[in-house]
């Protein structure tokens, strides 16, 4: 059980596009999403929390027109980088908490974003 | 605001050799501590959970001790394999419900 999936694994797009990453819960309801990015030989960093069914918090110093999150349903929250350069170029990790009271996160596979 | 600080950065251990990784918080309000494994390019796998409540969490070869009000967890893990290599990191879940991650440990176990 708890099973967070990510699509896409990976994927490499041309500056100026946006991109969009699907966080799935598959055998829960996550009322609540995290979005985290790794740079190469770094720790992952909270970009922003998500609710479903409100707008999510961005953490200090993420654009969040540049980030944009939606959390539609309890099992789906996408993140869109939109006009992509590439510094954006990194790997974008979900995390979902269901909705039982637990405080455990589940994470998902991450995703490899690169930007040429 | 929360510092989580592993140490060390990387360590190299010959097969069979017990690991010891290190990780230290600055704020003792939190409700959980969490130990993840990641191998390169790929996602995390959660490996130990400890509650502030308790006091360790054991799972197979591995041992994760928490000491919340001296800031520090230890994750022990019994006879090293090659398949150990990996980055540990350990993340704490504070009372802002979000959590924060150490730099991680690099793990090296040679044949």
């Known amino acids: 059980g708890a099973v967070v999936s990510q699509h896409p694994s990976w994927v490499i797009c041309k500056s100026g596009t946006s991109v969009k990453i699907e966080c799935r819960s598959l055998?829960?309801?996550?009322?609540?999403m995290f979005w985290y990015r790794q740079f190469p030989k770094q720790s992952l960093m909270l970009m922003a929390t998500?609710?479903?069914?409100?707008?999510?918090?961005?953490e200090q110093g993420v654009e969040k027109d540049k980030f944009l999150i939606n959390h539609a349903s309890l099992t789906l929250s996408t993140l869109t980088v939109t006009s992509a350069h590439p510094e954006d170029s990194s790997f974008y990790i979900c995390?979902?908490?269901?909705?039982?009271?637990?405080?455990?996160?589940?994470f998902g596979p991450g995703t490899r974003l690169t930007v040429l | 605001k929360q510092e989580v600080t592993q140490i060390p950065a990387a360590l190299s251990v010959p097969e069979g050799e017990n690991l010891v990784l290190n990780c230290s918080f600055t704020?003792?309000?939190?409700?959980?501590l969490q130990w993840f494994r990641q191998d390169p390019g790929k996602g995390l796998t959660s490996l130990l959970l400890i509650q502030s409540s308790q006091r360790e969490q054991t799972s197979g070869r591995l041992n994760a001790s928490l000491d919340k009000s001296s800031g520090r967890s230890t994750l022990y893990i019994a006879a090293s394999q090659p398949g150990d290599s990996a980055t540990y990191l350990c993340?704490?879940?504070?009372?802002?419900?979000?959590?924060?991650f150490g730099a991680g440990t690099q793990v090296v176990v040679t044949p």
């Open positions: 055998d829960f309801q996550a009322t609540t």
């Open positions: 995390s979902a908490r269901d909705g039982k009271g637990s405080n455990e996160q589940f």
């Open positions: 704020d003792s309000a939190i409700y959980n």
């Open positions: 998500s609710n479903e069914g409100s707008k999510a918090t961005y």
């Open positions: 993340a704490v879940l504070g009372s802002w419900g979000k959590l924060q």
